[in-house]
């Protein structure tokens, strides 16, 4: 099992370092309805507090701080007094019975100090789960990294299982040898309906290997921007096995390896056994408004995210359908690869024309290819990250497990994900595999946990974790 320290304790021997500091709060991690959650907080002696509970962890930012408290119409302040000479105070409330169990509350002390810039401070949340059952695997998460967690979290933060920060790249995907071309090129953008796939190698997206979400598409144009409007435009993105190679014979000037691009037929572009994702299918509204200091224009992305595997090339596939209102007026920067030759194809796509558009719903082989690669603009976000528990003993030969009961503080756009394992020894010998299912460790004495974070983009929208209880019959 997994106990808490003894909160009194610990706050006694941070007193020295609370000056002009966060107070210092601890409470019971878990506790059955009818017994009893003990609290201690720890600030500068005389300091009035107070102590606010919420069904919800938040986030939210007040008073130029972090609550882990939603705010929700069920906080409430349930205990206030006045810090004693030391700066602690303890208390013990009473838990009814009435409580429903797997219920969590969320809990964070505020201190009055006329020294703090909003004259208050609060100190971490907390969180106490209500138990259904007396035996439970509980994580009190004090200090992760003293309780010896691994994995990718922030290791500095204590306290709770915090995601690292979301950090976010540009590419301007432009690659060595090719030879702008004079002309605008229409590409997605033509008036009279198509269908394009681009491809773009793993080198030329600047890969590291590491898996990235792209959070955004841009395109360059060839001069002015002029506003337009197309009634519905399908772009997937999937991975590709297809690299197209450039390199030229020195002695015939064309191309080494013509066949090294995208194929006519659209569905073999995409890598195998996978399902391009579609992150736009909707009306596209061109603003020359819209055009960034860099010159780019933005794709729209309005659906699924798209996670990059790090090391495969990247396959665009637009569908624009004709549309009366289009005046297709706008064109692309494009680059040449090969001068002497259309191949390989770095594009491959059908158009229709005046008179005859195209369903690009309808076609699944291309017209024409050729190594026009269409100069774009890619945003790449590192949002993952992950904390695995030390192998936590059940206590039993044979347990079964129910599935984690988490106090969580989730940002917009974030998320946290949990998998579990078991395994005989408290040194992870013969482990099950890793899965979502809780019971699928059944049968294994030793349990251990892997939260899955994913950070939202807007600043400070890290998930974390401030405890856990995992039911053990």
């Known amino acids: 099992m997994i106990r808490a320290r003894s909160h009194a304790l610990l706050l ?19 506790v059955l309805p009818g017994g009893r959650l003990d609290l201690a907080v720890l600030g500068a002696p005389n300091q009035p507090y107070v102590l606010l509970a919420d069904a919800d962890g938040g986030p939210v930012r007040a008073l130029g701080q972090t609550l882990f408290l939603g705010l929700t119409p069920a906080c409430t302040a349930f205990d206030s007094g006045v810090l004693g000479p030391l700066g602690l105070v303890q208390r013990a409330i009473p838990v009814p019975a009435s409580v429903a169990g797997g219920s969590t509350f969320y809990l964070q002390a505020v201190v ?44 500095q933060v204590r306290g709770r299982l915090q995601a690292m920060p979301g950090t976010t790249r540009v590419q301007r995907v432009l690659p060595a040898g090719g030879v702008p071309f004079g002309q605008p090129v229409s590409g997605p953008l033509a008036p009279h309906g198509v269908r394009i796939q681009m491809v773009y190698r793993a080198a030329d997206l600047g890969a590291n290997g590491l898996p990235e979400e792209l959070v955004a598409i841009r395109w360059l144009p060839f001069g002015a921007v002029s506003d337009d409007v197309y009634g519905r435009l399908q772009l997937s993105v999937s991975h590709s096995t297809v690299v197209p190679d450039y390199t030229i014979d020195p002695w015939s000037a064309l191309p080494m390896y013509p066949n090294s691009g995208l194929g006519p037929q659209f569905a073999a572009n995409v890598k195998p056994l996978e399902v391009p994702t579609v992150v736009h299918d909707g009306q596209y509204a061109i603003r020359a408004s819209d055009r960034r200091a860099d010159g780019f224009m933005p794709y729209p992305m309005n659906r699924d995210a798209f996670f990059y595997n790090g090391f495969d090339s990247l396959l665009l596939d637009f569908r624009m359908v004709p549309d009366s209102r289009t005046r297709g007026v706008n064109g692309q920067q494009v680059h040449l690869m090969v001068m002497s030759s259309p191949d390989p194809n770095s594009r491959v796509y059908a158009a229709g024309a005046a008179g005859a558009p195209l369903d690009p719903f309808a076609v699944t082989t291309a017209q024409r290819g050729d190594n026009s690669l269409h100069e774009i603009q890619l945003e790449f976000a590192q949002r993952r990250s992950a904390a695995l528990t030390p192998w936590m003993d059940s206590g039993l030969p044979a347990p079964n497990y129910d599935p984690a009961i988490v106090a969580s503080s989730v940002p917009a756009g974030a998320s946290i994900g949990i998998e579990y394992r078991g395994a005989d020894t408290a040194q992870g010998a013969n482990p099950t595999p890793w899965s979502t299912i809780s019971w699928m460790a059944a049968g294994k004495r030793y349990l251990q946990l892997r939260f899955l974070f994913v950070s939202g983009t807007a600043a400070g929208a890290m998930p974390s974790v401030d405890g856990f209880l995992v039911p053990v019959r």
């Open 112 to 155: 009055v100090d006329p020294a703090a810039p909003s004259g208050l401070r609060v100190s971490d949340g907390e969180s106490t789960i209500v138990r259904r059952q007396p035996r439970g695997i509980v994580g009190d998460l004090l200090d992760p990294v003293l309780e010896g967690y691994t994995g990718t979290f922030d290791r």
């Open 12 to 30: 006694v021997a941070l007193a020295a370092l609370l000056p002009a500091q966060a107070p210092e709060f601890r409470a019971t991690p878990a």
